[in-house]
C-alpha cells in the first residue's frame, strides 16, 4: 500500500502497444520512458508528467491535457488531431515534432522557443501569439494555420509549405524564408507569382 499517496514513477521503461483510449491516467510521472503504437485517444492525461520520454508512431488525438507536463517530449509519426496544448503545465513544456499529424490543434499564446517541426501535418493549427522563436518547420504543411500577433523571430519557414503569414501583424526579424515560399507572405494581396 502506497502511503505516501505521491506520484507512481517509471523511470526508463517502455511501453508497446498499451491501449490508454478513452481512459484517466492519474498521478504518474514518466521520465526516459518510450511509448510506441500506445493509443490515448480521448484519453484524459490530466495532471501526469512525461520527462524526456519519446512517443512512437502513439494516438494523441482528442486528449485531455490539463495540468500534464511535457518537459523535452520527443513525438515521433504519432497522430495528434484537435489536441489543446494550452492546457498542459507551462513549467514542463519543451517538445519536437517529427513526422507527426497535428492538424486542428491549438498552441494560442504558448512559448514554442526552438521547436521541432519537421515533416509534419499542421493542417489549421492555431499558433496565434504564441512565441515560436527559432522554430523549425521543415518539409511541414501549415494549409490554413493561423498566425497572429505570433513571434516568428529567426523561425525557419525555408522548406515550408502552403503556409499564409502577414508580416503586419506578426514579429518576423530574421524569420529565414526560401526564394520559392516567398508567396506565402504575399497572399493577401492576391497577385500571380510565377
Avoid: W
Avoid at 170 to 183: E, I, V
Amino acid at each position: 500500500m502506497n502511503k505516501s499517496n505521491g506520484p507512481v514513477i517509471h523511470q526508463q521503461k517502455t511501453f508497446s502497444d498499451v491501449n490508454y483510449a478513452e481512459r484517466r491516467l492519474m498521478n504518474r510521472e514518466f521520465v526516459q520512458c518510450e511509448f510506441i503504437d500506445c493509443d490515448f485517444s480521448n484519453s484524459d492525461l490530466r495532471d501526469n508528467s512525461f520527462e524526456d520520454c519519446h512517443f512512437k508512431q502513439c494516438n494523441f488525438s482528442m486528449v485531455t491535457l490539463n495540468g500534464a507536463g511535457f518537459r523535452d517530449a520527443r513525438f515521433t509519426g504519432c497522430k495528434m488531431l484537435g489536441v489543446d496544448f494550452t492546457q498542459c503545465n507551462r513549467f514542463m513544456f519543451s517538445f519536437s515534432f517529427y513526422a507527426c499529424i497535428l492538424d486542428y490543434s491549438t498552441f494560442l499564446g504558448t512559448r514554442l522557443r526552438k521547436t521541432i517541426f519537421h515533416d509534419c501535418s499542421l493542417k489549421e493549427v492555431d499558433f496565434s501569439e504564441a512565441d515560436l522563436t527559432a522554430a523549425d518547420f521543415k518539409n511541414s504543411d501549415l494549409t490554413m494555420a493561423r498566425f497572429s500577433k505570433t513571434i516568428l523571430e529567426k523561425a525557419d519557414f525555408r522548406m515550408a509549405q502552403h503556409f499564409g503569414i502577414d508580416p503586419e501583424f506578426n514579429k518576423m526579424k530574421k524569420a529565414r524564408f526560401s526564394a520559392f515560399n516567398l508567396s506565402g507572405l504575399l497572399y493577401k494581396y492576391n497577385l500571380d507569382i510565377e
